[in-house]
Each structure stands twice: as C-alpha cells, then as structure tokens.
C-alpha cells in the first residue's frame, strides 16, 4: 500500500505540475486562448503516440523501463522549468517533455496496480489511488496561494518532484498473473454460457443467437464506454484549457488559485466516497448540462470574492460529477478488457483533448468563451446519448 501510495503522489505531483505550466503561459507570458489551445495540442500530439508505446511495452512486462522513461523526462522538464520559466520556447519544450513523464508515469502506475492487487479489487484500488493524486494537487496549490511569489512557491514543488522521481522506479510491480487469469475466467464463462443456450435451444422459442449476441454486446462491448469518454474529454478540454487566459486579468493568480483549490478538494473527496455508486452512469453525465450552462450567468458578476467562490464551486461540481462519470467508464473499459490496453484508453481521452485543442486554437478562440461553453453542453448530452 505505501508504494502505491508514494506512486500516488508521483502522478499528483505531475498533474499539478500541468496546471503550473498553463499558470505561467498566461500569467507570465500573457499567452491567450487560441495559443493556449496550440500549446495543449502540442502536448497531447506528444502524449498520444508515447502512451500508445508505452501501454504496448508495459503490457509485455517492461514497466520498469516505462517507469525509468518517466523519471528522465520529469527531471528534464523540472530543470527546464525551474531554469527557463521566462523564456517561452525552452518553457514549451519543458511542457512536452512534461507529456512524456506523465504518459509513461500513468501507464506504469495503472499496470503496476492491477498487477499488484486482485482482478476483484482493481475499482477499488484505482479509486484511493486517483484521490491521493487529487489531495497532492490539492495540497500543492494551497502552498502555491500561500506563496505569493508564484515562482518561489515553483521552487518547492520542483525540488518535491525531484526527489519522488528519483523512487518513482523502484516502487513497480509486475506479476503478469493476474490480469491473465482474469482474461482466462472470463472466456471460459462465455464460452460455458454459448454451450448452455446450445443445450436449451429445442426448448426455447424466439430468436437464440440474437438473445446471445446481445449477450455478449452487453458484456464485453467497448465502443459505447470509449465514444462517450471522447466526447466527454472534448467537453471538458473546452471548459477548462481556456480558465487561466479567460479569467487572467478578472480574477488574477490568488482567484485562479482558489477555483482550482476547490475543484481538487471537492473531486478528490467525490472520487473516494461516490466512486463507483452510479449504477447508471448517464443520469450523473446528464446533471452536469445546466451546470455548465450557470457558469455563463455567473462569469460577468466574478467581480466578487463570493461569485468568484461560487463560481469555483460550479466548476468543482460539475469535476465531481465528471470524475464519477469517467471513472464508472474507466471501470467498466477496465474489467471488459481484462486489465490490458489502459494506454490505448487514455489515449482516446488524450484524442478528444486534441480534438478540444484544436478547436480552441483554430475556431473558438476568437469567439469568445460563452460559445465555448454551449459547445461543451452540447457535447456532454451526446456522451450520454452514446453511453445509453
């Protein structure tokens, strides 16, 4: 448990580390929406074809090798960081390397986990270790409030980077059992269910092989669980790659750094006590369409300490209810697919960021965030439509 814990905190720690980047291009170097968009794309382009590498040789036992890729490239992109913060192209460059550490950190971790617990406790390990990675966020940003010198505070949680890592490596497991006698049990229980429909068909009227096929469709179909991921990760790309240059000079670094406090501690606590409780996922997905729509009343009046609150209070909901909505998806891609190829699902999410970057860089930029916002209901009401 305390390896998965420390593993935790890894990715935790490169998760905010995502969000100190978006800080300082549009703090520091007053980058807007639609180059926000391009830099985003830039990442995922890179995070994409790395995961799919990754999940490849992580799955043929190698994720002390992934979990090595990870360290080098998150003390590569520390240093930048740390070093050229004030230089754009060097911070740019950072940002990607930063893509390869969390892509090869994510595969190696979730491998990691199933293979050190149980197939029957995959959901719930997954759970605690994707709220620790919430708290560390979480914990991270209130030293960053606390500091106001943004920069100083960037000090500190680099120097935490650094150290876990360099122990990032040899906290990996790898069995290679688990996952397989899943697979195994699985198969042969579909194939003990065909033989007894076989056996009843004198004695059942109607359509069989069709009952059977919708049988197996129900058990073991993807394409519903990844449609609706894409579209729910473009939702979300939407809403919140544009935050820090929309609201920059409204409710500056202290404003930002409070709607972001708030989402992690609400998202982390949804994700360790509601987790898992939506047995029909698409009445959680449908909840957060006129949440989303309130934000557009309540972004003229975040002249106020109490609407800004209010408004990181929206934001946190509708990322609770999101993480409830993914993370029953994550579940069900997970068991359907015996454990094996988690890089290719998240590089379906990481597809639909893309999707979402482009979209913010190409045509949405200029049109301003309440069109954003429209885009991103629409969108969520089709990932249930999708799902269902």
């Not at 030293?143 to 120097?159: C, M, S």
């Not at 999707?355 to 309440?370: Q, R, S, T």
């Amino acid at each position: 448990m305390l390896s998965v814990f420390l593993r935790s905190i890894y990715i935790g720690l490169l998760v905010t580390c995502d969000l100190v980047f978006l800080l300082l291009f549009a703090l520091i170097h007053k980058v807007g929406v639609d180059m926000l968009g391009m830099i985003s794309l830039l990442w995922s382009s890179v995070y994409i074809p790395v995961n799919l590498f990754a999940s490849k040789i992580s799955d043929d036992g190698r994720i002390g090798f992934v979990s090595l890729i990870s360290t080098v490239s998150s003390i590569v992109s520390l240093y930048l960081l740390i070093h050229f913060y004030n230089d754009l192209l060097i911070l740019i460059l950072s940002y990607i390397f930063h893509s390869i550490a969390l892509s090869t950190g994510r595969v190696s971790h979730n491998v990691s986990l199933n293979e050190s617990y149980y197939f029957e406790e995959w959901s719930r390990y997954s759970i605690i270790s994707s709220s620790l990675q919430r708290f560390t966020y979480v914990a991270i940003l209130v030293t960053l409030f606390l500091e106001h010198n943004l920069v100083a505070a960037i000090y500190r949680v680099v120097l935490l980077g650094f150290l876990i890592s360099l122990i990032f490596p040899f906290l990996i497991s790898y069995r290679g059992f688990e996952r397989r006698y899943g697979s195994l049990v699985s198969k042969i229980d579909n194939v003990s269910t065909v033989t007894r429909y076989m056996i009843l068909v004198p004695d059942i009227r109607g359509d069989v092989s069709s009952y059977t096929r919708n049988w197996f469709e129900s058990q073991n179909s993807v394409t519903p669980v990844i449609i609706s991921a894409l579209l729910t990760s473009v939702a979300v790309e939407l809403i919140m790659v544009p935050i820090p240059a929309t609201f920059r000079s409204l409710l500056g670094q202290q404003g930002l750094l409070i709607i972001y406090i708030i989402i992690g501690i609400l998202t982390g606590f949804s994700i360790l006590l509601l987790s898992g409780t939506a047995s029909k996922p698409y009445l959680i997905g449908a909840l957060r369409v006129p949440l989303v729509i309130f934000i557009l009343y309540l972004i003229p009046q975040a002249v106020n300490i109490e609407y800004i609150i209010l408004l990181g209070l929206v934001y946190a909901v509708i990322s609770v209810l999101n993480n409830m909505f993914t993370t029953t998806l994550y579940n069900m891609y997970n068991q359907r697919s015996f454990g094996y190829g988690l890089g290719i699902y998240m590089s379906i999410l990481e597809i639909g960021s893309v999707i979402g970057d482009l979209l913010i860089w190409l045509i949405l930029g200029g049109l301003g965030y309440n069109i954003i916002i429209i885009i991103s209901a629409i969108l969520f009401i089709l990932s249930i439509i999708f799902l269902r």
